[in-house]
């Protein structure tokens, strides 16, 4: 996975040899030094992933895998999870065919907008984003939105 630096390379470089060179005694600056530690250790975001998934009647929706992933329907479809966990989340787009497919969710998620969705129509696009709050279906809150 490649992970890019929120802050500059360059400054982060430059903050870690003030801190380790003659620049900041151990006694001195103290506060400056916690800034430039802060700084040169700053968070780093992961670049997203996406997969393309393949179909099946039952396709898994892994929320510890990839941050975006794509499923073309060639039939019915039924969703379930594994690896729920509070703050993952995942966004699904889904390809439909030149057949109206039905799409089967776990009856405990929450959709918000609207209902959850029980069809495709045919070849339309749409895309689900759901994010887990906990262990549990239950705690899946999903949106879905499908093209006219």
Not at 40 to 66: E, I, Q
Not at 92 to 98: A, K, L, Q, T
Request: proline share 3%; no cysteine; hydrophobic share 45%.
């Amino acid at each position: 996975m490649n992970v890019t630096p929120l802050y500059g390379e360059s400054q982060a470089n430059t903050a870690r040899t003030l801190i380790g060179g003659q620049a900041i005694s151990e006694n001195r600056n103290d506060l400056l030094r916690q800034v430039l530690v802060a700084t040169a250790n700053k968070v780093s975001a992961s670049t997203p992933t996406a997969t393309t998934l393949t179909y099946a009647a039952s396709v898994v929706l892994d929320f510890s895998g990839a941050d975006f992933q794509t499923v073309t329907l060639a039939g019915d479809i039924t969703f379930t999870t594994s690896n729920l966990a509070a703050g993952r989340s995942t966004t699904v787009r889904i390809i439909g065919d030149g057949s109206s497919r039905n799409l089967t969710f776990p009856v405990d998620w929450i959709f918000v907008g609207a209902a959850a969705p029980t069809a495709l129509a045919a070849s339309k696009i749409a895309v689900l984003t759901m994010t887990s709050f906990g262990t549990t279906n239950s705690n899946v809150v999903a949106a879905y939105s499908a093209q006219p």
